[in-house]
């Protein structure tokens, strides 16, 4: 083998070396979100992990806001861990072009009611204590959420999970 080849190889075996070494050590990748529509399903798995509901009052076919903050907030991977950790991520829907099952409208709109919400995108951290007999809840609001205005361009996830946060350290 000549030099030449000799100073070649080796700044050539030397990368391959570093790529399959960091390739064991890529990250791994954000947990996939669970949105559930119904509230009994989701207060279910709030009462079995003791997390609190993080429910997201949105128009999804129509709220531009709405779908900035899936876009800015709910799709990066620090809300996606942070959802897996700390909260059960229940959806209320107000759509305007697809229709809703009459007991998801129902359900929604009382929700909806109980939380005063007024605008779109809203989001409330609450738990849920149903009462069997009566089939009712008795809801204990933590604090809501919207669209972190203000926060520094391709940042939004960071400020609205400092106040998501906030409002989980108040109710500890």
């Not at 669970?34 to 798995?45: C, F, G, H, I, P």
Request: glycine letters at 6%.
């Amino acid at each position: 083998m000549n030099m030449k080849m000799k100073f070649f190889l080796i700044p050539v075996v030397a990368l391959a070396l570093l790529a399959s070494l960091t390739a064991g050590r890529a990250k791994t990748p954000a947990p996939e979100l669970k949105w559930y529509t119904d509230m009994s399903e989701a207060n279910q798995v709030s009462e079995k992990t003791g997390k609190p509901l993080f429910a997201f009052f949105t128009g999804s076919d129509w709220c531009g806001w709405c779908m900035k903050l899936q876009r800015d907030v709910f799709a990066k991977d620090a809300f996606k861990e942070w959802a897996d950790k700390n909260v059960v991520l229940l959806e209320l829907d107000f759509p305007r072009r697809k229709q809703l099952t009459p007991e998801l409208q129902q359900q929604n709109s009382n929700l909806q009611q109980a939380f005063q919400v007024t605008g779109y995108p809203t989001c409330w951290i609450f738990k849920a204590e149903k009462d069997p007999e009566k089939n009712h809840y008795t809801l204990s609001a933590y604090g809501s959420l919207g669209y972190p205005t203000g926060a520094e361009a391709g940042k939004e996830e960071v400020a609205f999970l400092a106040n998501a946060n906030q409002i989980l350290n108040n109710k500890k």
